[in-house]
């Protein structure tokens, strides 16, 4: 459960783009993504290596 505390002094939009950060580095975000719509093995799989493909070149291009 990704909590914030809300300082007295602080503005409430300073507080939910803390929240927001900190839901992006728990990777909650992504997850509710994922679980939204069934994902076959096979196209999981399939994205996760265009995924590693594409990380991997643009490595080789920085290069």
Do not use: W
Request: charged share 45%.
């Amino acid at each position: 459960m990704t909590k914030v505390r809300v300082k007295s002094d602080e503005p409430f939009e300073k507080a939910l783009r803390r929240f927001k950060k900190k839901c992006n580095k728990e990777g909650l975000m992504q997850r509710l993504k994922e679980m939204k719509h069934y994902e076959k093995p096979s196209e999981k799989r399939r994205r996760r290596l265009a995924k590693a493909i594409a990380r991997n070149q643009s490595l080789h291009i920085n290069e």
